[in-house]
C-alpha cells in the first residue's frame, strides 16, 4: 500500500524566511508520480507540482522549488523569501501510473504560517 | 482557465436526510473523483469514476454513498441517510489521463445535524 508521510504539522516562520516543507513516500511501484497541493484559507485545493517517478530533476519556479530524490523517497518543498501570502496547508501526494483510475494518496499536511 | 464547479457551497441537513452534491468537471477530462475532509484534518479518497462506471472506492464509500454522471457534463455524490459523521467538505475533482493532476473544485461543506 501507498503512504505519504509529512512530519512537520506546523511550521510558523517570519516573512522572507527561507521554509522546508519536508514529504516522505511509501511504495513499491517504480512508477508513479507525485505532487504538492497547496490549500491556503479559503479552502480550495490548488495543484502546484507533478512530478514522474523517473524523472529525479530538480525543479524551480519562482520562489518555489521541488527537490526529489529517490533514494530517500523524499520529495520536499521549499519556499524562498516567503511571503504572509504563502500561508497555507500544504499536502504532499502520491499516484500509482498504470493501475487504473487510481486516486491521490495525500499526506496529512503541513500547516504553514508566514508571520509579517 | 476551465474549472471544476460545485454546488451547493454550503449544505445543512437533519441526521437520516438524502443529499446529492453536484459537481461539473472540466470539460475534456474523463476521469473523475470523489474526496472528503474532516476539519482539519488529511483528504481522503472516496470514489473514481471513469467511462460511466466505477474505477475504484475506500471503505469510506459504503452502501448509503452512490456517484452518478447523468449528463455529459455533471458529476453527482449522493448519500442516502446522512450520519453526523459524514459533516465535512467534499471535493469533487477531475484529470484528463490516469495519473495526470487532477483539479479540484471548490468544495461543498455539509453539515449535518
Known amino acids: 500500500a501507498q503512504k505519504v508521510t509529512q512530519a512537520q504539522t506546523e511550521i510558523s516562520v517570519v516573512e522572507k524566511e527561507d521554509v522546508t516543507l519536508d514529504c516522505v513516500y511509501e511504495?513499491?511501484?517504480?512508477?508513479?508520480?507525485l505532487f504538492w497541493y497547496k490549500q491556503p484559507p479559503s479552502g480550495e485545493l490548488v495543484f502546484l507540482i507533478r512530478?514522474?517517478?523517473?524523472?529525479?530533476q530538480n525543479e524551480i519556479s519562482g520562489r518555489y522549488s521541488w527537490n526529489f530524490q529517490k533514494s530517500t523517497s523524499s520529495f520536499n518543498f521549499t519556499i524562498t523569501a516567503s511571503q504572509v501570502v504563502d500561508s497555507a496547508v500544504y499536502f504532499c501526494?502520491?499516484?500509482?501510473?498504470?493501475?487504473?483510475?487510481?486516486?491521490?494518496?495525500f499526506g496529512k499536511g503541513t500547516r504553514l504560517s508566514v508571520i509579517a | 482557465e476551465p474549472e471544476v464547479t460545485q454546488t451547493p457551497s454550503h449544505q445543512v441537513t437533519q441526521m437520516g436526510q438524502e443529499v446529492i452534491l453536484r459537481c461539473v468537471p472540466i470539460?475534456?477530462?474523463?476521469?473523475f473523483y470523489w474526496y472528503r475532509q474532516i476539519l482539519g484534518q488529511k483528504v481522503e479518497f472516496l470514489v473514481s469514476?471513469?467511462?460511466?462506471?466505477?474505477?475504484?472506492k475506500s471503505e469510506i464509500f459504503d452502501d448509503q454513498f452512490s456517484v452518478e454522471r447523468p449528463d455529459g457534463s455533471n458529476f453527482t455524490l449522493k448519500i442516502r441517510s446522512t450520519k453526523l459523521e459524514d459533516s465535512a467538505m467534499y471535493f469533487c475533482?477531475?484529470?484528463?489521463?490516469?495519473?495526470?493532476?487532477?483539479?479540484f473544485g471548490p468544495g461543498t461543506r455539509l453539515t449535518v445535524t
Open positions: 501526494a502520491l499516484i500509482l501510473r498504470n493501475s487504473g483510475n487510481t486516486p491521490l494518496v
Open positions: 470539460s475534456n477530462h474523463l476521469y
Open positions: 512530478r514522474n517517478s523517473f524523472d529525479e
Open positions: 511504495t513499491r511501484d517504480t512508477t508513479y508520480y
Open positions: 475533482a477531475s484529470s484528463a489521463q490516469q495519473g495526470n493532476e487532477q483539479y
Open positions: 469514476f471513469y467511462n460511466n462506471e466505477i474505477s475504484e
